[in-house]
């Protein structure tokens, strides 16, 4: 049964905590990192290898590169 379909009710949350007042004073709001449209030259292999695992194809590519650029940024700030 998907996730979706289930009614709160039917859904077991005592394994979840409440969230007291303490978190929210200490709650950020993140804003999404918005994508840019842009054009990348990669090579033939590299797109067929990601495209072979189907739809999102783009977004696993974003988050390979999101990733490196972040563990990049990490390194340089040590």
Do not use: C
């Not at 993140?30 to 033939?44: A, C, G, H, Y």
């Amino acid at each position: 049964m998907e996730l979706a379909s289930l009614t709160d009710s039917t859904i077991d949350f005592s394994d979840i905590p409440e969230l007291g007042d303490e978190f929210w004073q200490k709650a950020t709001l993140v804003q999404p990192d918005r994508t840019q449209s842009m054009t990348l030259r990669v090579k033939r292999s590299v797109l067929d290898a990601y495209k072979a695992e189907g739809r999102g194809y783009q977004t696993r590519m974003n988050a390979v590169l999101e990733t490196y650029a972040r563990a990049k940024a990490a390194k340089t700030n040590h």
